[in-house]
């Protein structure tokens, strides 16, 4: 079982960026696809981004795509996503979770928070000048 904490949440003005971090704990991170996501008060959660457990495949909605790249690195076991030209429609609790998956799924990260099966506590990140 693999245990996350987020960190790197605060205020930042619109148009800025931020960096989110997740760490990990437990054996076999390099097993387990990432996403981050997120959850404004009264909506539904929704993945910003994910990446497959051998890193070589990320996804994003298309409404996102290019604003929030992420990156990992299995060595330090650890999840980053670079938040860019940020609104206040970004503003949201941001979670990273986990989702164990087979070799032959090395490539596949998921775009559904139903997906994944470990989570952070999340991280609050406020947009607003």
């Known amino acids: 079982q693999l245990q996350l904490v987020e960190s790197g949440g605060g205020l930042v003005q619109p148009g800025g960026s931020l960096t989110l971090s997740c760490a990990a704990s437990?054996?076999?991170?390099?097993?387990?696809?990432i996403g981050w996501i997120r959850q404004a008060p009264g909506k539904e959660r929704k993945v910003v981004s994910c990446?497959?457990?051998?890193?070589?495949?990320?996804r994003a909605p298309d409404s996102l795509k290019g604003r929030f790249p992420i990156s990992r690195d299995n060595a330090k076991k650890t999840v980053y996503l670079l938040m860019t030209s940020l609104t206040a429609e970004d503003t949201a609790v941001y979670y990273c979770?986990?989702?164990?998956?087979?070799?032959?799924?090395?490539?596949?990260?998921?775009?559904?928070?139903?997906?994944?099966?470990?989570w952070g506590q999340g991280t609050q990140v406020t947009v607003s000048s």
């Open positions: 990446i497959s457990s051998s890193g070589t495949t990320t």
């Open positions: 979770a986990a989702r164990q998956n087979a070799v032959e799924h090395r490539e596949y990260c998921g775009l559904g928070s139903w997906e994944y099966d470990y």
């Open positions: 437990g054996f076999g991170f390099d097993g387990y696809a």
